[in-house]
């Protein structure tokens, strides 16, 4: 839901009547995941996307018919279904999408959820009496509960919220799918150097909090970093400390200073960081290593390290070094193994830029 967030406060704000759809299922290869979403307005205007266009004309055409009679909807796209190759959905994925107007309480706990960066779980009840069907129940982490729901839904979505997978659930006469509206994933950066700057851009473009970390005057300046969530002017080890490394969290330590670099990676290398990366050499790399194990860090710790930092892309300017960087990022966060840049695959005389910029 984050992704129609802009869309979504401004369509409450004009009072502008809207339907959800809501991918809640999806098999093989569809196009878009659980918890995709698309805002249908009645003036026929759409915010965001449920398959990347394959199913969009059907559903938008659902949604303007769950606008005028308010019963919510369950559509099922697949290869064998003659709509769904109509409007191509033809490479064997399978998806269901949930149509529905939203309840305003519901809808405006969502919203002040995703606004405050809080972990929320949003039970929507997809299939079983019609009385009972779409979303009535918020649950969010620090925060009130809003809407009704059975005791039976509540467990189902403090179970998701307390770590369990989400996705769809029977519940006795009942189907739910629980979807997990998550914090905003958090991108530390260890160094206010040039591509620093690039890779706020890029980060903040893809959904992430950019921190800027560096306790150098020139290089912590706020007007440097317009678009990051916060530029701490701070020793790396102290700030790591104060901002809270989560598993929501990646760094990528920047510097090429062994004074700045070091600290930082002791204190990100054994947290739950779900990605430690740092920019070098292999010849930089190799001594970076032997310093951190003779500090104390494992040699586990040590091999979480993405260095040289970043996918072989080839990239030379900051732009598309930080595209190399956040490439990886988005790779790991996904649970892909993109290939890490290899010294030794570059021409004779040059190493990748991206491994050892200086």
Not at 39 to 51: E, F, K, M, Q, Y
Not at 171 to 184: A, K
Request: neutral net charge; contains cysteine; glycine residues 10%.
């Amino acid at each position: 839901m984050r992704d129609v967030l802009p869309e979504l406060e401004a369509w409450r704000a004009e009072q502008r009547q809207f339907a959800l759809a809501t991918v809640v299922q999806a098999w093989g290869s569809a196009p878009r995941t659980a918890g995709s979403r698309m805002l249908v307005a009645a003036d026929g205007r759409i915010a965001g996307s449920v398959s990347g266009g394959c199913v969009e004309a059907a559903v938008i055409e659902a949604a303007q018919e769950t606008l005028k009679t308010g019963a919510p909807r369950l559509l099922s796209f697949g290869v064998a279904d003659e709509t769904a190759w109509a409007v191509g959905l033809a490479c064997g994925g399978t998806i269901e999408v949930f149509v529905e107007v939203p309840p305003a309480a519901v809808l405006d706990a969502a919203r002040a959820a995703l606004r405050a960066d809080l972990s929320a779980v949003l039970p929507t009840v997809v299939k079983g009496p019609p009385p009972l069907l779409g979303p009535r129940l918020l649950l969010a982490v620090d925060g009130p509960a809003a809407g009704t729901g059975s005791d039976e839904i509540r467990d189902a979505a403090r179970a998701v919220l307390d770590g369990g997978r989400p996705g769809r659930s029977s519940v006795g006469d009942i189907e739910l799918f629980v979807d997990h509206l998550r914090p905003s994933p958090t991108l530390v950066l260890v160094g206010g150097v040039h591509i620093a700057i690039a890779l706020v851009r890029l980060a903040r473009a893809l959904g992430y909090r950019p921190i800027v970390v560096d306790p150098r005057p020139t290089f912590a300046d706020p007007a440097r970093f317009p678009e990051a969530s916060r530029v701490v002017a701070s020793w790396p080890d102290e700030a790591l400390g104060t901002i809270g490394l989560t598993p929501g969290t990646a760094v990528a330590v920047l510097t090429h200073d062994p004074k700045l670099d070091d600290p930082a990676l002791r204190a990100a290398l054994p947290s739950p960081a779900f990605y430690v990366g740092a920019l070098g050499s292999k010849a930089t790399q190799e001594k970076r290593r032997r310093r951190l194990i003779e500090a104390g860090l494992t040699e586990a710790q040590v091999d979480r390290l993405h260095a040289p930092i970043g996918l072989d892309l080839g990239g030379r300017s900051p732009e598309e070094i930080a595209l190399s960087v956040m490439a990886q990022i988005v790779a790991v966060r996904n649970g892909r193994s993109g290939p890490r840049l290899d010294p030794a695959q570059a021409p004779p005389g040059r190493e990748p830029r991206a491994a050892g910029v200086r």
